[in-house]
């Protein structure tokens, strides 16, 4: 009785040891935060960031993780440089007063064991909304150059930004814009 009884909690140890959540740190070079939205109802533009930052908290059999990504707003790339400052001027994006964009996730929900969706607060200019993120891929595998785990995953919303108090030349330009995050991050393990 005593051997079953040991054997029981070495294997909930063992199962408990599995189920540890993993952190995954993002892949600025691979991590392509973007936005669109309706240009004069002629055409629907899409721009991005070139820097973000973060970290992924996975636990699959547990049904649980988080997402932190900081976006650098000075990093907004159109194209043009001219636009580009436009974009980061008081009017939208304020990077003199508000560097950097955050979205950080307090629910993931799974279908078996895949995420489907985050829900957080996006911070954008000072101002802070909750948002569900639907996720719309994911996959994780070791990855195959950096041999450590990695994980990947595209995420999108839609916002109104006159919320965020970058309502400018709405409606002529589409007040909605859909933010999608596109990330990679692998697994850091301790050295």
């Known amino acids: 009785m005593k051997r079953l009884a040991l054997f029981a ?29 309706n240009h004069l109802g002629f055409s629907n533009q899409t721009h ?8 992924v908290v996975l636990d699959r059999e547990g049904g649980a993780g988080s997402v932190v990504v900081t976006i650098d707003a000075t990093s907004v790339n159109t194209g043009h440089a001219v636009f580009n400052e436009h974009l980061q001027a008081a009017d939208f994006f304020d990077t003199a007063n508000h560097p950097t964009i955050t979205f950080k996730s307090n629910k993931m929900a799974f279908r078996g064991d895949q995420p489907v969706s985050l829900v957080g607060d996006l911070t954008i200019k ?28 595209n995420a999108t919303t839609q916002v109104k930004r006159s919320e965020f ?3 400018k030349n709405v409606p002529f330009v589409s007040d909605e814009v859909t933010l999608t995050l596109a990330i990679e991050a692998v697994n850091q393990p301790a050295q």
């Open 9 to 37: 909690a070495l294997a909930a140890v063992s199962v408990a040891a599995q189920a540890a959540p993993v952190t995954y740190t993002i892949d600025n070079s691979h991590t392509y935060p973007h936005f669109s939205y």
């Open 126 to 153: 000072g101002v802070t909304r909750p948002v569900t993120l639907t996720i719309t891929h994911f996959k994780c595998q070791p990855h195959p150059m950096l041999k450590v785990d990695a994980c990947g995953a």
């Open 165 to 167: 108090n970058m309502g």
């Open 48 to 55: 991005k960031f070139d820097k973000s930052s973060g970290t």
